[in-house]
C-alpha cells in the first residue's frame, strides 16, 4: 500500500494514500487551489512512499487525524501512535469561533441601546499532543 508522509519539527505522520485522496478531492472540489496542487503531485507519484512539504498540508493532517486515519512519530519521545491515541487540544478561542461564549452582564436595554463594546480579533484552532503531552502538531485554523 502506498504512504503519503508529512514532517514537521516534532513529529512525522504517515497515512494511507486512499485517505488522503479522498481528503484532498473534498477540498479540491470546494475550489481550494493548494488541495488541488497536492492532490496532482500526490496521484502522478509512482513512489510508495510521498512525502509532502506543503504547508498547506498541515490543515489536512488535522482533518485526517480528527477522522482517526494515519499514525504519528513523536521525536520527544520517538515512538509510533496511533492517530487514535492523540489527545486534541483547542488553540485560542477554540475549535471553531462558533464555541466562543462571551460573557455580557448588561440587563437587555443596555444590550440594545447602550453603547457598544468594541470586539476584538479573536482567532482559534486546534493540536494535537502525543500521549505523554509532546505537542506534534498545532495550526490556528480561523481567524475574526
Known sequence: MRIVMYKNSSAIFDFLLPDVIHRLKYYSDQNVHEATEILDAVSSSPSKVIEVESDYFGYVVLNLIRAGKGHAYCN?????????????????????????????????????????????????????????????????????
Request: net charge positive.
Open 76 to 144: 520527544a519521545c520517538k515512538l509510533i501512535y496511533d492517530s487514535n491515541q492523540l489527545t486534541p487540544r483547542p488553540l485560542g478561542f477554540g475549535r471553531s469561533p462558533f464555541e466562543i461564549t462571551l460573557k455580557d452582564e448588561r440587563g437587555i436595554i443596555k444590550r440594545l441601546f447602550g453603547k457598544k463594546k468594541q470586539i476584538m480579533c479573536m482567532r482559534g484552532g486546534e493540536a494535537y499532543d502525543c500521549p505523554r503531552g509532546h505537542e506534534l502538531i498545532a495550526r490556528i485554523t480561523w481567524i475574526t
